[in-house]
């Protein structure tokens, strides 16, 4: 089964352009990714043999016969949630640059690990599931060591899989940074339009 990276929803972000003005200041340079700021990109994800996994872009989805996802991939840049390869390979970049990285098992899903497969009865998967169904192999499930995939049967047992599908697989990551919105302008966005005595005191706790 194909895995889902993540997690994408369309951003804010812009190249800083100014024209119809007498005096353009030449200083001001292209807005560029920084750690913090949330970016948006129109990805392609492969394995290194070309083979599409996801994609943002109906074009390549319907070459692929695979479903584009809904939105753009969204995330800030530098966050945990996101792979390392890409986390790195995105800063300095540019709204609307392009880019392809290749990366290893280590900037990716990580290494595959034997100890993240475990082997089930079948009837043990029947009594905690309250059927009488066998799963199929590639069918993923939620189970006490979180999100796994069914990678053998046999007459009595299922295999059961904790490892990303991709673990230990270099992988192929085409990209156009669609939009950039720093981490400034975010965490002033309303603040500036609320008078000083209306914002009020947030409690100590940290959240």
Known sequence: MRPKILITTIL??????????ADVDDTLSETVVEEGDTVALD??????????VETSSEDVAAENNIEATPQLLEFKAGSEQMLPGINEGIIGMSEGEEDTLTLSPEEAFGPYQDELVESMPIEEYQNATGTNETPEVGQQMITQMG??????????HIELDANPPLAGETIVFE??????????????????EMPEEGVPEMPEEEF
């Open 12 to 21: 804010l972000g812009c190249i800083l352009l100014f024209s119809g003005c």
């Open 43 to 52: 990805f392609t994800l492969m394995q290194e043999d070309g083979t599409v």
């Open 147 to 156: 999100t796994v995939t069914v990678s053998d049967i046999n007459d009595t």
């Open 175 to 192: 990209f156009t940074v669609e939009s950039i919105e720093k981490a400034d302008d975010a965490s002033n966005i309303g603040a500036e």
